[in-house]
């Protein structure tokens, strides 16, 4: 097929048009087809091809996590760079999503902004310092992760496996240095009613209904609490009802109602905690209404928030990378989630820093500023070099 794109003279533009034009969307999300598989590829002889070694480990069937190393003057100590390989659906978009053109310094194309920049600008860094011959002070490792848009599989095997002193995560944040951010809880409730025929409705128990007034009763005790809740960095958690299914066709009284939902948490929360309000409000339900059948299924999704002190030291050398580079530094929290807090959790300081938006994330038209690609660089570039 001919290439619909004209590929950058800049070096480090050209790489990330190159692994935008490759499809990597989550098998788990929709037109996920090859997974992160092309995105190993490329990374493999990028670095190969520097003379730095690689190795993959397998995640899940056919997905592999990928790390490559740069020896540094402490080879006992280690600064992890992260980024994750896989990309949300196209479905949404209304540009070409693997043709990643450049206009008006504007990089177009899924995954541009979340996260190939980052991943980019991550392992040029390293590049330029093997290619320079001085040693880092200590050993820069660069991890690409599968699914971290679906379950952050490849960042938990990650952190489970890999020693390091502390972690920078590739996400979009505008170059600032994101020291906390919050969790998740995701889970199902679901309500079985009675199958009838709608010209006799009195026959069966519509599960739709019954779990109207469960949502209302839900926002009704649930919301208050949050007004009690706050962080400086993230701000207060929130509740999202994302998803409802239920009823075979408009003539029946539908036999089952399910929702999905999604309870952002902050630091200082902990997700499985924060269940037992919603069990509480499932046991009152009953009581009030002895025939429902309702039920909280397992959550499908526990991730902690991430909070690192301010006076870490990969927080302030960040903070001085980028206050060399671009000649500012804001140290500041974000309300979404990351693979960050894979590491924090297992007692890792880890920050979240790099080039894009998030407003551009998952969005119809995603873009990234070329300034800003080539400004990451140089700050992860600083950071390498002076994580004493």
């Known amino acids: 097929m001919k290439q619909m794109w004209t590929r950058s003279e800049n070096n480090i533009l050209a790489t990330l048009q190159d692994v935008v034009a490759l499809q990597s969307v989550n098998p788990d999300l929709p037109g996920g087809n090859h997974g992160e598989c092309l995105m190993v590829d490329f990374i493999s002889r990028f670095f190969k091809e520097i003379e730095l070694p690689c190795q993959e480990y397998e995640v899940l069937p056919g997905r592999n996590n990928i790390v490559a190393s740069l020896e540094g003057q402490d080879p006992s100590r280690v600064l992890l760079f992260e980024c994750h390989m896989d990309t949300a659906s196209v479905g949404v978009m209304t540009i070409p999503p693997f043709e990643p053109h450049i206009r008006e310094g504007l990089l177009y194309g899924r995954g541009s902004c979340d996260t190939k920049a980052g991943g980019v600008a991550m392992i040029h860094a390293m590049k330029r310092i093997k290619e320079s011959g001085e040693k880092p002070p200590c050993t820069i490792q660069f991890a690409g992760a599968v699914d971290e848009e679906y379950l952050f599989r490849g960042a938990l095997d990650l952190a489970a496996n890999l020693k390091a002193e502390a972690v920078v995560v590739a996400e979009p944040t505008d170059l600032s240095v994101i020291r906390a951010h919050k969790g998740v809880a995701r889970f199902k409730i679901r309500i079985e009613g009675i199958a009838a025929h709608s010209s006799k409705p009195y026959l069966g128990v519509n599960a739709i209904v019954k779990m109207a007034q469960l949502i209302t009763d839900i926002e009704r005790e649930v919301l208050p609490t949050f007004q009690e809740k706050d962080h400086p960095l993230t701000g207060g958690p929130t509740l999202n009802i994302g998803v409802i299914s239920g009823g075979a066709q408009v003539n029946f009284v539908p036999d089952s109602c399910t929702i999905e939902i999604d309870r952002r948490v902050i630091p200082g929360e902990i997700a499985e905690q924060t269940l037992s ?60 989630g990351t693979d960050a807090s894979k590491f924090t959790a297992v007692g890792i300081p880890a920050i979240v820093l790099g080039p894009g938006s998030i407003d551009q994330a998952h969005g119809a038209v995603e873009w990234v500023e070329c300034s800003q690609v080539l400004q990451a660089v140089d700050i992860y570039q600083a950071i390498m070099m002076n994580f004493h």
């Open 277 to 336: 309000i919603f069990e509480k409000i499932l046991s009152h339900a009953k009581t009030k209404d002895p025939d429902l059948k309702v039920k909280l299924e397992d959550p499908f999704l526990l991730d902690g928030a991430m909070e690192t002190p301010e006076d870490s030291r990969i927080v302030q050398v960040a903070s001085d990378a980028s206050q060399t580079v671009i000649g500012n530094s804001t140290i500041t929290g974000v309300p979404y």
